[in-house]
């Protein structure tokens, strides 16, 4: 063996023979042995110990992401309208009316159709009535008649008077008679009213325009039997298109910025590019307890024509008060106390905020009070969330 191989054994080989190594050297080689094997053991069950807290704090760590609330926020943003309001309207003529028959009879004529511009006292149609005009001719009869008695009254209370200034009648009979003179001219008076009555209800056989304006609908044609009142089917409708009248319900909100006098303006889809101004004529001065709105209506002029009654059209009031806001509608919540929001605050913390609600718009909605551009609105909230949750945007 060489002596590299003797020392590798612990061998000493200085003499040329070998020698075994001292019992002391033995015992320090077991030694540092055993120290190395310890340390590997005290290695391996620190790396267990150290392996198990990692997996408790791991599991700490995910029981805690369990629990934790995480949301979507978005931030209010102001409505592209800039505080304006539009709502929707029918416009109307200042004076609409459904013009029917004051006397029974047939229709002997109309002079007017749909589209006709009229003026005041204008004939629109001519009916014929056979039965009035036999009332009337009953009713001058009557009148001559009571006149007849009239006349014959008289000439017999003079003639008692003249006797009873003789002393020839009893002053019972002058009272007879002057009785029956006062009863013939009441009844004369009586048949006279009753026959200008009737000569006055047959010029309503020219049935007139009580107004300016134009014949909208026409329901009648010659030979039609038309009866007196507004019991059956109306002959005409009118209406005055200039100016037109427009009625719009402003919600609670919007109420207090409005006042008689503004101006709005009128748009119609038919008329893309052209705004009509109007103003504010009336305020109803009072909030509908069923809409929570109040009623307005706008005087709008119409000279040329352009705008008719009836038509669908949208009004946009320029309101002077700081316009509202505009939210997901899925960021409502419905609860017993009404409408309201969740914003998360800078500790995390959820606070319900009540707010009303000015306009449904489906996808979004226009909130006037409530809310803050600076605000975290949380979108789709849990039903379960409540006031002072922790939640994590």
């Not at 029918?90 to 007017?112: C, H, K, P, Q, W």
């Not at 009540?354 to 996808?363: F, I």
Request: proline letters at 5%; hydrophobic letters at 45%.
């Amino acid at each position: 063996m060489t002596k590299e191989n003797h020392a590798s054994l612990g061998l000493s080989s200085d003499d040329g023979h070998l020698h075994l190594p001292k019992r002391g050297k033995v015992w320090s080689a077991a030694k540092g042995a055993a120290l190395i094997f310890l340390a590997i053991l005290a290695a391996g069950g620190l790396r267990v110990i150290f392996s198990r807290g990692a997996a408790e704090a791991a599991l700490t760590e995910q029981t805690m992401q369990g629990q934790k609330v995480f949301v979507n926020t978005v931030n209010p943003a102001p409505t592209k309208n800039n505080g304006a309001l539009t709502l929707p309207a029918t416009l109307r003529g200042d004076n609409e009316t459904l013009i029917y028959a004051r006397v029974s009879g047939y229709v002997r004529s109309f002079l007017v159709d749909i589209g006709s511009k009229v003026k005041k006292g204008q004939v629109l149609a001519e009916l014929d009535t056979p039965e009035l005009d036999q009332q009337v001719a009953a009713a001058v009869a009557q009148v001559e008649n009571a006149k007849a008695n009239t006349v014959l009254g008289e000439v017999a209370l003079k003639r008692w008077k003249l006797l009873f200034a003789q002393n020839s009648v009893a002053k019972q009979d002058l009272d007879t008679k002057q009785n029956a003179y006062d009863t013939a001219v009441a009844l004369q008076n009586a048949a006279e009213a009753y026959l200008k009555q009737l000569q006055e209800t047959t010029a309503f056989k020219h049935v007139l325009a009580p107004f300016d304006g134009v014949i909208t609908t026409r329901n009648v044609d010659i030979g039609n039997l038309v009866t007196a009142g507004s019991t059956g089917s109306a002959l005409f409708t009118m209406a005055r298109p200039d100016p037109l009248r427009v009625a719009i319900d402003v919600p609670q909100a919007y109420a207090s910025g409005v006042k008689v006098g503004d101006e709005v303006f009128v748009t119609q889809a038919e008329l893309p590019g052209q705004k009509f101004p109007g103003k504010i004529s009336r305020i109803a001065g009072a909030i509908d307890t069923t809409t929570r709105s109040q009623r307005i209506e706008l005087a709008l002029q119409n000279p040329d024509g352009k705008l008719t009654p009836g038509a669908y059209v949208q009004v946009t009031l320029p309101l002077l008060a700081k316009g509202p806001l505009s939210i997901p509608a899925n960021a409502l919540l419905f609860r017993a106390e009404g409408p309201s929001v969740a914003v998360v605050d800078a500790e995390g913390i959820a606070r319900l905020r009540p707010v009303s609600v000015v306009n449904d718009l489906g996808a979004t909605l226009e909130i006037s009070q409530g809310v803050a551009v600076s605000d975290r609105i949380i979108v789709n909230p849990p039903d379960s969330l409540a006031d002072g949750d922790q939640v994590t945007p």
